[in-house]
Antibody, heavy 123, light 113 residues
Framework: QVQLVQSGAEVKKPGSSVKVSCKAS????????VSWVRQAPGQGLEWMGG????????NYVQKLQGRVTITTDESTSAVYMELSSLRSDDTAMYYC????????????????WGQGTVVTVSS | DIVMTQSPDSLAVSLGERATINCKSS????????????LAWYQQKPGQPPNLLFY???IRESGVPDRFSGSGSGTDFNLTISSLQAEDVAAYFC?????????FGQGTKLEIK
């Protein structure tokens, strides 16, 4: 059973960048869309963007365009999310999530989630 | 972009009673090519990532108790718990995967009355 294992908590200064990793354990996600979803304290879920690793096709939510970059490293079965020009309202739990079906089957719900990475932005 | 709106924001139900959460999408999420609703429901307990309950609006994920059901089509969907158990206390989110950007409802917090 595939698990997604994320990197540890981060504390960053405003204006800096953070890079969070998400590694597949017990399988691969090369043929699956992987997204990043964040959740501010006590708030709802916000989709940030997603990547199809095998094609390196990436989509981002408009409001984060220019600040977020999602990449993949096939050699380490990892997907990365980098967020730049950090602000206090970027303080959140960041999750990676894999879609249920391989990309050849079309879009699907998220059935496997990472454990989450807390990113705190504070001066 | 598709906006997902849930109601209510919070809900208190007695143990053993029925709980129903509604989710409305600003656009149709029923794909005419395959007659599938691109709508999912998640349960999130404190300190945990979301857990998939339903996909295609009404298909129960493996391991989800059958007291949970998903229904609806087009733009109007419901998540129903037929007999509330203590372990069902959580936040519930709907999500559309019909188009990018993916979007979630604001969430419904379910508590015991």
């Amino acid at each position: 059973q595939v698990q997604l294992v994320q990197s540890g908590a981060e504390v960053k200064k405003p204006g800096s960048s953070v890079k969070v990793s998400c590694k597949a354990s017990g399988g691969t996600f090369i043929n699956y869309t992987v997204s990043w979803v964040r959740q501010a304290p006590g708030q709802g879920l916000e989709w940030m963007g997603g990547i199809i690793p095998i094609f390196r096709i990436v989509n981002y939510v408009q409001k984060l365009q220019g600040r977020v970059t999602i990449t993949t490293d096939e050699s380490t079965s990892a997907v990365y999310m980098e967020l730049s020009s950090l602000r206090s309202d970027d303080t959140a739990m960041y999750y990676c999530a894999r879609e249920r079906s391989m990309i050849t089957m079309g879009k699907d719900a998220f059935d496997i989630w990472g454990q989450g990475t807390v990113v705190t932005v504070s001066s | 972009d598709i906006v997902m709106t849930q109601s209510p924001d919070s809900l208190a139900v007695s143990l053993g009673e029925r709980a129903t959460i509604n989710c409305k999408s600003s656009q149709n999420v029923l794909h005419s090519s395959n007659n599938k609703n691109y709508l999912a429901w998640y349960q999130q307990k404190p300190g945990q990532p979301p857990n998939l309950l339903f996909y295609w609006a009404s298909i129960r994920e493996s391991g989800v108790p059958d007291r949970f059901s998903g229904s609806g089509s087009g733009t109007d969907f419901n998540l129903t718990i037929s007999s509330l158990q203590a372990e069902d206390v959580a936040a519930y989110f709907c999500q559309q995967y019909y188009s990018t950007p993916r979007s979630f409802g604001q969430g419904t917090k379910l508590e015991i009355k």
